[in-house]
């Protein structure tokens, strides 16, 4: 079945700087991918699906990359800001597409 | 516009009671989710609706039963709830797909519950 790798270790970035956050994924190559953010206490949150056919897909100071030959997908956020920590997860569909895949994610710490 | 809601928001069980997690959904959406959330293991589906009128297990069902009471509405039941459910329960809904379809799923804010 589909793994899903994301760094555990939390991310600490100064405001101003650019976030990178890193998901890699083992066995077959999906269609498509899809980023999450889960503040503390809530939900996770949809925040844009890239496909495999995208190389890059963008929205507002969000960016995401999609490299199947790598098995990777790297998340961008330019110009973070301290409102911008929080968790961020990936996930895509396992063999078969019976279900979508969580990464455990991981935690982005913004600091003013 | 309410989205996902989910009730209760905490519960403390003893080993051995019932009960069940209610979710139910404004957005007019065909597929309903139910994850489990523990540290470090990242969401775990349960169980999916994908449409309704049908449900089918995930990843880690045992312990466990649905029903797909309406479009609207995905219940979660826990017959007789061990320690090892303690956990963190989403539910979540998409417009179709599946549980594997490639739509955006959204999710309500989770019931935190423990069992002692």
Same mark, same amino acid.
């Given at each position: 079945?589909?793994?899903?790798?994301?760094?555990?270790?939390?991310?600490?970035?100064?405001?101003?700087?650019?976030?990178?956050?890193?998901?890699?994924?083992?066995?077959?190559?999906?269609?498509?991918?899809?980023?999450?953010?889960?503040?503390?206490g809530r939900g996770p949150?949809?925040? /844009?699906?890239?496909?495999?056919?995208?190389?890059?897909?963008?929205?507002?100071?969000?960016?995401?990359?999609?490299?199947?030959?790598?098995?990777?997908?790297?998340?961008?956020?330019?110009?973070?800001?301290?409102?911008?920590?929080?968790?961020?997860?990936?996930? /895509?569909?396992?063999?078969?597409?019976?279900?979508?895949?969580?990464?455990?994610?991981?935690?982005?710490?913004?600091?003013? | 516009?309410a989205g996902v809601t989910q009730t209760p928001k905490f519960q403390?069980?003893?080993?051995?009671?019932?009960m069940t997690l209610q979710c139910a959904q404004d957005?007019?959406?065909?597929?309903m989710y139910w994850y489990r959330q523990?540290?470090?293991?990242?969401?775990?589906?349960i169980?999916?609706?994908?449409?309704?009128?049908?449900?089918?297990?995930?990843?880690?069902?045992?312990?466990?039963?649905v029903?797909?009471?309406?479009?609207r509405e995905f219940s979660l039941?826990?017959?007789?709830?061990?320690?090892?459910?303690?956990s963190v329960y989403f539910c979540a809904s998409?417009?179709?797909?599946?549980?594997?379809?490639?739509?955006?799923?959204h999710f309500g804010d989770g019931t935190r519950l423990?069992?002692?």
């Open positions: 079945s589909q793994k899903i790798e994301q760094n555990s270790e939390a991310l600490n970035i100064q405001e101003g700087k650019t976030a990178t956050l890193t998901c890699n994924y083992t066995n077959y190559s999906p269609a498509y991918l899809q980023w999450y953010r889960q503040d503390p949150v949809f925040l /844009l699906l890239i496909r495999e056919n995208e190389k890059e897909k963008r929205k507002e100071r969000l960016k995401v990359t999609f490299d199947t030959t790598l098995k990777q997908s790297l998340f961008h956020i330019t110009a973070s800001q301290p409102a911008d920590s929080a968790t961020y997860l990936c996930a /895509l569909p396992n063999t078969g597409f019976q279900k979508l895949v969580f990464g455990t994610g991981t935690r982005l710490l913004v600091s003013p | 516009n403390v069980l003893k080993t051995g009671q019932s957005m007019n959406h065909n597929s523990d540290p470090g293991m990242g969401l775990r589906l169980y999916y609706s994908a449409s309704e009128g049908t449900t089918d297990k995930g990843e880690v069902p045992n312990g466990y039963n029903s797909r009471l309406n479009k039941r826990l017959e007789s709830a061990a320690p090892s459910q303690t998409s417009q179709t797909g599946g549980a594997g379809g490639n739509q955006p799923q423990s069992i002692l």
